[in-house]
């Protein structure tokens, strides 16, 4: 895809360090993060564990302010996630005008190995990730190298789906559905919130697509991008990354949807692009 200038809402934390170990928020936000962290699919029990050891030993540490580079980002693959995040804020800030409401854009935190985030320390393991409690988006750049050699979907695209994605977690939170997915948790077994989650990602799915129906009406989609995108949202299904990992499928452990959910959804709000066909909370079937 092409990429028309740069967002000003990124910072840019590559090269300050690993100083993200003792500056860690609390509890509740590390739980979110565990929920809603794992864009691919890492074992949450990996998470769950670093979660546990967080929250033990730092819980009582406030978030330290930590500001990163602003401004424009001059290495390739950053400029063009900055990119493409600009792009995202056309979209939703016209989408949300339509609705009546105030589009209040998101921050992109760039990252190397591990960064202080008011969920807890963001760490590249965990993937690129949304935190609703500082409203940032965060990414290890590294991970694309993952997508493309562990995951084999290569392609820019499949690189804007994944920021789309995370966006699109932004957008929930901004229309008040994180908030009723935590009041839901405190009275749902695991199971039941396994369900909930997998409509939830399914949702930021949908939206990525709603985001990429927009950006193709500004022309900035080329030959085979849409393919780059079913391509990584097929090869990051919970269903394909267990049986890559544990060679059965457990369905009521999905948190994410399956390959087959994922490609269906982003399609389903590209061919729309409106936000109301992304309603994944409706019917018995997703
Ligand atoms: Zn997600």
Redesign the pocket.
Same mark, same amino acid.
């Given at each position: 895809m092409r990429t028309e200038g740069q967002s000003s809402n990124v910072e840019d934390r590559r090269g300050m360090g690993r100083g993200g170990r003792s500056l860690v928020g609390g509890g509740l936000g590390m739980i979110i993060l565990v929920v809603?962290g794992?864009?691919f699919g890492i074992d949450p029990r990996v998470l769950l564990g670093l979660a546990g050891t967080v929250e033990t030993v730092q819980q009582q540490v406030a978030p330290q302010k930590i500001e990163g580079k602003q401004g424009p980002v001059s290495d390739q693959l950053g400029a063009f996630v900055s990119g493409v995040l600009l792009d995202t804020e056309k979209t939703w800030n016209t989408l949300f005008a339509q609705l009546g409401k105030n589009y209040q854009e998101p921050r992109l935190v760039i990252f190397d190995g591990a960064t202080p985030t008011a969920c807890g320390t963001g760490q590249a393991a965990m993937g690129p990730?949304?935190c609703p409690l500082d409203q940032r988006v965060y990414i290890d750049l590294a991970f694309y190298r993952q997508l493309q050699e562990r995951f084999k979907a290569p392609g820019d695209f499949a690189q804007a789906y994944v920021i789309a !994605?995370?966006v699109?977690?932004h957008v929930q939170n901004q229309l008040g559905i994180m908030q009723k997915m935590d009041e839901y948790r405190r009275r749902m077994s695991e199971t039941q919130y396994n369900a909930l989650s997998v409509r939830?990602?399914l949702q930021?799915d949908c939206l990525a697509g709603v985001w990429a129906h927009h950006a193709q009406n500004r022309q900035l989609l080329e030959a085979g991008d849409v393919e780059e995108a079913m391509r990584a949202a097929s090869a990051i299904g919970d269903d394909t990354i267990q049986r890559r990992t544990q060679g059965r499928i457990v369905p009521d452990s999905f948190t !994410?949807g399956t390959s087959e959910q994922r490609m269906r959804w982003f399609m389903t709000g590209m061919k729309s692009g409106q936000i109301s066909a992304c309603n994944t909370f409706e019917g018995n079937q997703i």
């Open positions: 809603i794992m864009f990730f949304y !994605h995370e699109g977690h939830l990602e930021a !994410h």
